[in-house]
């Protein structure tokens, strides 16, 4: 199994990377997303791998992170979804984005990606949602340089009351999940301060 690659950025295609590592150009198959987050050509990079071996061919998908590379296995374990759905998935929906979806149950944001119809989008909800929670979700917003503000640990249990509040006032879930994470509150607040301020990002 390969783990990753790290070389020099040689090209930047439709759909993949060309890595040169020591005059080998390894074709990585990448999201959207993730490709345009890539440096310039010339740059040396790292990305995350995972070997997909058929029997006409051996695919490599790569990731900016681990736990990116995560979802993407997560994901095609999903009946249904091989690992051009997957990236197709992670095309149209950041990692976050799609944790978002499966805990809120959005089903038309997962139909989003091209070749994932609704029944697709059911299975993924379904399969997934034990994997992740609210708390775990808004404590990944909180590492530097995503969102600041957002506090961790026994706070989660206040966003995540925070969330089903909004719910009850008739948001949806996924507005609801990212106007909490989005709360700018200070230590030990309270769901009244968190609810006060998603309202704020909501309005």
Known sequence: MI???RGT???????????DVNGVGYGIFMSVQAMSMMP???????????LNVKEDAMQLFGFLT???????????????VGPKGAQAVLSALSPDDLRFAVLSGDVKAICAAPGIGKRTAEKIILELKDKMNIEETLERAAE???SPGIETGAAGS???????????LGYGSTEALRAVKQADTGEGADVEAVLKQALKNLL
């Open 66 to 80: 681990k736990e990116d590379l995560k979802i993407f296995k997560q994901l095609i374990k999903v009946s249904g």
């Open 9 to 19: 950025l040689a090209s930047l295609e439709e759909d993949r990377v060309l890595v």
């Open 40 to 50: 310039g050509t010339g740059t040396e990079v790292k990305i995350h791998t995972y």
């Open 3 to 5: 783990q990753f690659i």
């Open 144 to 146: 530097p340089g995503v």
């Open 158 to 168: 206040v966003q995540s009351e925070a969330v089903q509040a909004l719910v009850a």
